[in-house]
C-alpha cells in the first residue's frame, strides 16, 4: 500500500502566522518543530531576539507570539509590552524556565494572554496557542 503525501497549503491558504522569540538554538528547534506539526496550516516565523522579533513585526504582524522572558538585550517583558502596544491584538505567550510568580505577574502586566513554563512546554504550549489563536484570527479578520 502506498503512503498518501501530506496536503501541503498554499501561502493563500495559510490561517495565521506565529512568531517564536527564542535565543536558544535547541529549544527554538524544538518549540518550532513541535507548533510545525500541532498547526500545519499556520506559518512559523522565528526570531533569535527581542530586536529581531520587533522587526519581523513591524512587517509582517503575527497573530500569536510565544516569547521567552529571558533574552539578551531587550527582555522579553519589555518586548511584550511593545508588541501589544503597536499591535493589541497579537496574542503573546510567555515562555519561560523560570516559573515564579514574580514573571507571571510581570507578564501579565504586559499584556500577555498566557504563560507556559519551559518544562511543561510539550503539555502546555499547544493548548494556549489553540485557545488564542481562534480569538487572535477573528481581529485580525476585522472581527
Request: proline share 7%.
Amino acid at each position: 500500500m502506498r503512503r498518501a503525501e501530506p496536503f501541503m497549503k498554499q501561502p493563500s491558504q495559510v490561517a495565521a502566522t506565529i512568531l517564536i522569540v527564542e535565543d536558544h538554538p535547541t529549544v527554538l528547534r524544538a518549540v518550532r518543530a513541535l507548533l510545525s506539526i500541532a498547526f500545519p496550516a499556520c506559518r512559523i516565523l522565528t526570531a533569535e531576539s527581542a530586536e529581531q522579533a520587533l522587526e519581523l513585526c513591524a512587517s509582517d504582524v503575527p497573530c500569536v507570539v510565544v516569547m521567552d522572558v529571558g533574552l539578551p538585550g531587550i527582555d522579553g517583558i519589555e518586548a511584550t509590552r511593545r508588541i501589544k502596544a503597536q499591535m493589541p491584538d497579537t496574542a503573546v505567550v510567555m515562555h519561560s524556565g523560570n516559573d515564579m510568580a514574580m514573571y507571571r505577574d510581570a507578564a501579565a502586566a504586559a499584556g500577555a494572554s498566557a504563560f507556559v513554563p519551559k518544562h511543561k512546554t510539550f503539555s502546555e504550549l499547544v493548548p494556549a496557542i489553540s485557545g488564542l489563536l481562534p480569538a487572535a484570527l477573528r481581529a485580525h479578520a476585522g472581527g
